[in-house]
């Protein structure tokens, strides 16, 4: 990256920021105005009667009690109140279930979510597909409240988060609120991280140690150590990973390290500070119509955020997250011409969330300020600036829940760009749900689709300057059923149309280019069921049938199956503690172009996964055996057109913590 390059970006950041923060600040300082004085005598009786939403809500005990700062404040540990009266179909998985299922990575965690699905990319990234959508970077990803998806591909490589510092993974499908964001026309993510012993942990010096071996060269570890003191803590996680790859030129080498700081500074107010870098080097073996044996790349991401979270009263808190991305690729293309992609990202997030103490209201504001800077050997350099605001308003009757949310964002290249969220819930009997929602938002091209996100060594796609952006409605109704942990039924419509949808052409000459449809829409139903027992048995099934079509051609749209099954059966002995877990996936056929030809057709496929973990001690060290087996029957499939999957492969190891 030049230096003028990082000097503009820096230069764009504060003058935006300037004019971002202005108005957020304005509007926190009187909120914190209005509601900081006058409490009232009713006041306190509304907290007295909704004392357990409260505490839900934001950690405050009923009055004028001082609030205990946890990991997850302001953002996380309001999701599980949330997603129990909104309209918004929301799942969340937490630290608990991560450790009890020995789930390695946050690609392996998503995909134990119920209607989401990852395919690891040959490059840099991840397709995420919510509800059995197949559009790349449609999925929005947070991290602590702040986005990391990448400007250059939209993806987010999700390996550069290591699950050990996991704390909650939510997952928003759409319409997603806007008070999350920009973006997420096809649902959102939101990952929490932490100190990696969680909040459960009461030792003060707290060491994990998982070493682990398996197929096709397989060999991975991580080390992570917390220190924790009366109002501070520190912890690192440091991990490496190798692995050959079946096919020629598919082995991948990586390793990052990541460290954690919070600090109390106040009674209600608390800091943390992250930083983390992550280094890959690896193959692109290419599609087998198209390979790239001698093609190698070698990616770097440094990151550092900086969080402030607190207070004003009771009522309000609020968050500031400064974050900043370093990315540097270096890319050897087949013909042994080498370029390189330098990425830089600073930005500027703030929250606040009014939980308000009749327990009427709620308001939720978000704002951002963010500077993209690309330098491209081949395309040159792209500059990006992002500034938006959000609010967000619910009212709650006693069986009923509105919410109406809207926000506007401007984009220096692409201009303004409105949304909308608004729905309504309706609570018919206990343990009931009843929910209508609809939401509009706007997707703006990556750099890669309008410039090139190939670099050269996998040269199979060119970028289109003249992209417009993508104009999304989307409804969905559902009706659920959940008691407890163990007992849930959910059953949901969901439709969404696109103006100007972005979808990609695969020439004679193999190589894929994005253009504008007029209009795609996608609908379907899903069903999610979960069931457990006393004595030990966990069940649960997500089911998603769809169709799809793009006007222009009538056709399909690109990766987008029209039926998608998965059911998971979990079994625990409480003596000796021995877990089993068994997975099976089937998806139906899909195509990887707007014209579905038949030759670039993917069939359909069944999937088997299995998993056992049988904890023990070592005198004063917790220890665990696993053992996981991913496809198990051998099945012969594609994740992406021209890129088979690796087959039966397997992983063992050990987990020890003291």
């Not at 996380?76 to 009266?85: K, P, T």
């Not at 808190?317 to 080498?338: C, M």
Request: a negative charge.
């Amino acid at each position: 990256m030049k230096l003028t390059s990082g000097v503009r970006a820096a230069a764009r950041f504060l003058f935006a920021w300037k004019a971002w923060s202005c108005l957020f600040l304005v509007v926190m300082l009187s909120s914190a105005t209005v509601y900081s004085d006058d409490d009232g005598d009713d006041a306190g009786e509304h907290r007295a009667a909704h004392g357990t939403q409260q505490a839900a809500g934001n950690g405050a005990a009923p009055g004028n009690a001082p609030l205990v700062m946890e990991t997850m404040v302001v953002t996380a540990d309001r999701i599980e109140a949330y997603a129990e009266s909104h309209p918004g179909q929301v799942e969340l998985l937490g630290k608990e279930e991560i450790g009890r299922r020995n789930l390695r990575s946050v690609e392996e965690a998503l995909r134990a979510m119920p209607g989401v699905d990852v395919k690891e990319s040959s490059g840099i990234g991840a397709r995420i597909s919510i509800r059995g959508s197949g559009k790349s970077g449609g999925v929005m990803v947070l991290l602590n409240g702040r986005p990391i998806n990448g400007s250059q591909y939209g993806s987010t490589d999700l390996s550069t988060i290591p699950i050990d510092i996991v704390q909650s993974i939510t997952v928003f499908k759409p319409p997603v609120p806007v008070w999350l964001g920009p973006g997420g026309s096809d649902g959102a993510i939101l990952i929490v991280t932490g100190d990696p012993a969680g909040k459960q942990e009461d030792k003060r010096h707290w060491t994990k140690i998982r070493v682990a071996g398996g197929s096709y060269g397989l060999a991975e570890g991580s080390l992570s150590h917390r220190i924790k003191a009366d109002n501070s803590g520190f912890s690192a996680t440091a991990a490496g990973n190798h692995r050959d790859g079946k096919r020629t030129n598919s082995d991948r080498d990586s390793g990052n390290l990541s460290l954690h700081w919070e600090q109390d500074l106040a009674e209600e107010v608390r800091m943390d500070l992250d930083g983390s870098y992550y280094r890959s080097e690896y193959g692109s073996a290419g599609p087998l119509d198209n390979p790239t044996p001698d093609a190698r790349q070698t990616y770097q991401k440094a990151t550092i955020d900086g969080r402030v979270q607190g207070v004003f009263n009771p009522a309000w808190d609020y968050r500031l997250n400064l974050y900043g991305d370093r990315v540097d690729l270096e890319d050897r293309s087949q013909s042994g011409f080498t370029s390189t992609l330098d990425s830089m990202k600073l930005g500027l997030k703030g929250e606040s969330n009014r939980m308000a103490d009749d327990a009427i209201w709620d308001l939720r504001l978000s704002g951002i300020v963010e500077c993209d800077d690309v330098d491209h050997t081949l395309s040159g350099e792209h500059d990006r600036t992002t500034a938006g605001i959000g609010v967000q308003a619910d009212r709650h009757w006693k069986a009923v829940t509105g919410t109406l949310g809207v926000r506007g964002d401007y984009i220096s290249d692409f201009d303004f760009s409105p949304g909308i969220s608004g729905g309504v819930s309706y609570h018919p009997a206990e343990h009931w749900t009843a929910k209508i929602n609809a939401g509009y938002k706007e997707t703006i091209p990556t750099f890669g689709q309008l410039y090139q996100p190939s670099h050269g060594s996998i040269d199979q796609v060119r970028g289109n300057p003249d992209l417009d952006k993508e104009r999304i409605w989307s409804y969905d109704a559902g009706l659920e059923y959940r008691r407890g942990e163990t007992q849930l039924f959910q059953l949901a419509l969901f439709r969404s149309d696109t103006r100007d949808p972005i979808v990609h052409q695969r020439g004679l000459d193999l190589i894929y280019r994005p253009v504008n449809a007029d209009r795609a829409w996608r609908h379907g139903i899903e069903a999610t069921v979960k069931l457990g027992s006393e004595a030990g048995l966990m069940a649960d099934f997500n089911a998603i049938v769809q169709d799809s079509e793009i006007e222009d051609t009538g056709k399909e749209l690109p990766y987008t199956p029209r039926v998608k099954l998965k059911g998971t059966v979990q079994y625990t002995w409480d003596t000796p503690g021995t877990r089993l877990e068994a997975t099976a996936r089937y998806c139906s056929r899909q195509y990887s172009e707007v014209e579905n030809r038949r030759s670039q057709r993917m069939d359909d496929h069944v999937t088997v996964d299995i998993k056992a973990a049988q904890p023990f001690r070592l005198k004063a060290v917790s220890a665990e055996w696993f053992l996981t087996v991913e496809n198990l029957l051998d099945a012969e499939y594609e994740s992406h057109f021209g890129y088979p999957d690796d087959g039966v492969r397997f992983v063992s190891g050990m987990n020890l913590t003291f």
